[in-house]
């Protein structure tokens, strides 16, 4: 890799071009101060896979997020403590009682097209779109049962009892404003807008060449001072995580986000001052790599050997193996980066192979002619390569124990089938977000009532316990935030007691972007921020 | 000697097409079906992306995308859409499926192409040279070569000619089909599309370049021994003329006839090419379709392919008459 990145940007140098062709006429058209307060430069980053759709009111898979947030704005943003901060909405207040959410539009925001933003989009959206198409949108926004307009720039929520979750679930690339006078009285599915959003974000749509690339140029009626500061954001499509790392080498990419290239180079990218790596960004996913059991399987319905299994994993050698470094360990299902809910006041299952088969030697299972006890399927989604590792890994730990692990990979339809569909697994092992908030992204792993045949992503383990369920109930509509917290951390310890999960790692997906790239991780959202500060240094 | 005369060949070429739509017809059906045995369908597909959905969006989902009606209605719906021509709507990608296929195929049919042409001209240059020089320097070295192409999965030469070319000597980008930071038009945009095509046509070329070379040089050296070329040889011809003129017109037909049957695993061997490569064709979409559980656009695409296929052969078929007039279309 001798080739270095080779800077400024092509678009840069175009835009150089223009001005030394026609630098009398710039001269006298551009009279008032220098040209870097202007819009400039064309910065390619990319998303894998390729989106389906460029709005993510409707479909939420993460390359969707990405690429609507940069076009379409929500009524928050959040800074890196996972706390609100200003977007759409200037100011906001919960009620005392927790029922109802007064939010204060921001003044002079237009959409894309020219037409006024205003609290009847809100409405509108909210209410036709968010609560009816939104994949999650129908569970969070479950207990809002109106959104009054007494004026333009006021919104009103009226819920039917406090939703503390909501506040975490108002990001633009999570729940983003649509334009009424755009969707009202069509066909919202089928929307032309959906592939070509009028929004009221920094970036404006342009193209979008499928399985190539999609061109946004600059907004410029965007209501952030100084902001966009660049000219133009192309989003390429580059399919293989080798060709990734190519095309950043190659200085034909500067930006790649999610855990863009194998985890075998990154630490050549860290290594190397051609280019920054970011490991924040994705504090409002809180992805978390657990082992789901079946406790349907006879075995697994045993409580000590769930505790062996997690007695098992070592998981400090695994952090390097598996990992490359590149993941924190759990000891919990709430890792510390929600430092508002995290505990590790709950039990601990540190690496002892002894206690292990101790456990199992008590629970009666004897080893037979080839030292194993019984044996076990573990099934992981095809996505990256870290969970084939990972499986090979576990394989060993668990042999050692006189568990014989059969791995099964599976592309993603398969296995949600076997999974959600028909139960049919013993250990199966996928990425699962907390998300900014448990009762978003937590509660459906561990509350019995979340269990239902055919739905990806929630409680397939068979596991039902009433403290459980009444502890989760009770923190989705507690609106004291210490209180909150007290369930929640009651939550973790009846977790790790009871074992239906196994927590492993919160593995770390890291933002990689050429040496002179600024603002790329602005906040907890990493690439899905609107990057309306997203700018070349220099 | 009279020259041989003939008519088009209208009543070939009748019975040919009326198997073809019949094939066509078998290939959609059974591909239904097929396809049908995969787990799970585009309404789990796209739930399972959105990472979160409840039962009733699920539902709501399968009743749009008419998954909830019986399997054999669905056929139905299927074949009468493609009788009419109308391929219908992707509610998976959110896009008309004809759009869809139609807005990636130049790409792809570039990509073949380009390959094909590579393997072809390759194949006849280096594998005449080879028969010329048969056991000697250049025959042993073109040999050789030809074999570690045929034994290297295209798929890592892939990786390493982009290693190389792209990265280390910065002769050709990396991937995708044209440069999207530059905004080139005309001209520009043409030699940027072909300067794009470079790597990805040589590494789809190279497998059959290695076979067709193998293929030209066995039968130039069998028409080489016969008794005509001696003739011709003997009349003092040289022989390079010899070589091209003579001997491969008559050497170059099973070549012809592999390249016919061969132009479907050019179709399938772009899943790979196109997905290293980031180039924008049929190819990955047609995997992206698969991986979505979208099995209207799956059948569409593959249901095309073998019109694509049909025709391909076909015109290989007239192509034999062409080269070799002795050949009679039946």
Not at chain 1, 315 to 342: C, K, Q, W
Request: proline letters at 7%.
């Amino acid at each position: 890799m001798t080739k270095k990145i080779q800077h400024p940007p092509l678009a840069m140098s175009r835009r150089a071009l223009l001005m030394a062709s026609g630098a009398g006429l710039a001269a006298s058209v551009l009279p008032f101060g220098p040209l870097s307060a202007q819009p400039a430069g064309t910065l390619a980053m990319c998303v894998t896979p390729e989106p389906n759709a460029m709005c993510s009111a409707f479909n939420t898979a993460s390359p969707v997020t990405v690429v609507s947030g940069k076009m379409l704005e929500g009524l928050l943003n959040y800074d890196f403590d996972v706390s609100p901060i200003p977007a759409l909405a200037t100011a906001w207040e919960v009620a005392e009682d927790g029922l109802s959410i007064t939010f204060t539009l921001r003044d002079g925001v237009t959409w894309h097209d020219g037409e006024p933003f205003t609290s009847a989009d809100v409405q509108y959206t909210i209410m036709e779109i968010l609560k009816v198409h939104h994949p999650r949108g129908r569970s969070t926004l479950a207990s809002v049962t109106a959104v009054e307009t007494p004026d333009p720039l006021t919104a009103i929520f009226r819920l039917s009892q406090p939703a503390p979750a909501l506040m975490y679930a108002l990001a633009g690339w999570e729940s983003p404003m649509l334009p009424k006078h755009v969707y009202e009285g069509t066909d919202v599915l089928q929307n032309p807008a959906n592939n070509a959003p009028v929004g009221t974000g920094p970036f404006v749509f342009q193209t979008w060449e499928r399985g190539s690339h999609i061109v946004m140029a600059a907004n410029p009626n965007y209501w952030g001072e100084g902001e966009p500061k660049l000219e133009r954001l192309v989003i390429r499509i580059i399919t293989d995580p080798s060709a990734r790392a190519a095309a950043l080498d190659a200085g034909e990419l500067h930006l790649a986000g999610d855990g863009p290239i194998p985890v075998n180079q990154v630490q050549r990218f860290i290594d190397s001052p051609d280019f920054q790596v970011e490991t924040r960004g994705t504090e409002m996913n809180n992805s978390l790599d657990m082992i789901h059991t079946n406790m349907r399987n006879e075995h697994l319905a045993k409580l000590e050997v769930r505790q062996a299994l997690m007695y098992a994993m070592n998981r400090d050698l695994m952090l390097d193996v598996v990992y490359y470094g590149l993941a924190e360990i759990l000891d919990s299902p709430i890792p510390e980066t929600l430092p508002n809910f995290h505990t590790s006041d709950v039990p601990q299952y540190d690496y002892d192979p002894d206690r292990a088969n101790a456990l199992l030697d008590e629970a009666g299972y004897e080893r037979d002619a080839d030292g194993m006890r019984f044996g076990l399927r573990l099934i992981a989604p095809t996505v990256g390569d870290t969970y084939e590792r990972m499986g090979q890994f576990l394989k060993q730990n668990f042999r050692d124990i006189g568990i014989d692990l059969e791995l099964i990979s599976a592309d993603i339809p398969t296995f949600i089938r076997s999974v959600f569909g028909e139960y049919d697994y013993d250990l199966t092992l996928y990425p699962g977000s907390v998300t900014a908030d448990p009762t978003i992204g937590s509660q459906r792993f561990w509350w019995s009532e979340a269990a239902s045949p055919g739905t990806p992503f929630v409680n397939s383990t068979g596991y039902a316990s009433e403290e459980m369920d009444a502890v989760l109930e009770a923190a989705a509509v507690e609106p004291d935030p210490e209180a909150r917290r007290e369930l929640f951390v009651r939550f973790q310890q009846i977790a790790m007691t009871d074992l239906p999960i196994l927590p492993v790692a919160r593995p770390i997906y890291v933002t990689i972007a050429a040496a002179n790239v600024e603002n790329f991780v602005p906040g907890p959202d990493g690439i899905r921020a609107p990057y309306g500060s997203l700018a070349f240094t220099g | 000697m009279k020259p041989i005369r003939r008519r088009f060949p209208w009543a070939f070429l009748g019975k040919r097409l009326v198997y073809g739509a019949l094939a066509m017809l078998a290939i959609a059906i059974i591909n239904f079906f097929l396809l049908k045995l995969a787990p799970g369908d585009a309404a789990e597909a796209l739930a399972g992306q959105a990472g979160t959905a409840d039962p009733e969006y699920i539902a709501q989902l399968r009743a749009q995308f008419g998954l909830d009606q019986p399997l054999l209605s669905q056929l139905w719906a299927f074949l009468t859409r493609l009788a009419t021509l109308d391929l219908g709507y992707s509610h998976v990608f959110n896009e008309r499926v004809s759009t869809l296929i139609l807005s990636r195929l130049p790409a792809t049919l570039m990509l073949m192409g380009a390959a094909i042409l590579i393997a072809v001209i390759g194949g006849i240059v280096f594998g005449v040279t080879a028969a010329r020089y048969a056991n000697r320097w250049p025959d042993r070295a073109i040999s050789f070569v030809a074999l570690l192409l045929y034994g290297t999965p295209p798929y890592w030469i892939g990786l390493m000619m982009i290693l190389i070319f792209a990265v280390w000597l910065g002769w050709t980008p990396t991937s995708g089909m044209e440069n999207v930071l530059a905004f080139h038009t005309g001209w520009d945009r043409v030699v940027d599309i072909a300067h794009h095509l470079i790597l990805p046509a040589l590494a789809q070329s190279i497998f059959y370049l290695a076979i067709y070379i193998r293929l030209v040089r066995a039968g130039m050296l069998e028409v080489l021994s016969l008794d005509f070329i001696r003739v011709a040889r003997a009349k003092g011809i040289s022989e390079r003329r010899l070589a091209y003129r003579h001997a491969l017109r008559n050497a170059v037909l099973p070549l012809v006839t592999v390249v016919g049957t061969n132009i479907g695993n050019f179709l399938g061997g772009a899943v790979l090419t196109e997905t290293v490569f980031s180039w924008p064709g049929v190819g990955r979409l047609m995997f992206d379709a698969m991986f979505q559980r979208d099995l209207n656009l799956l059948l569409s695409i593959l249901v095309l392919s073998s019109l694509f296929v049909i025709v391909a052969n076909l015109i290989v078929d007239l192509l034999y008459a062409i080269i070799n007039p002795t050949v009679e279309l039946k």
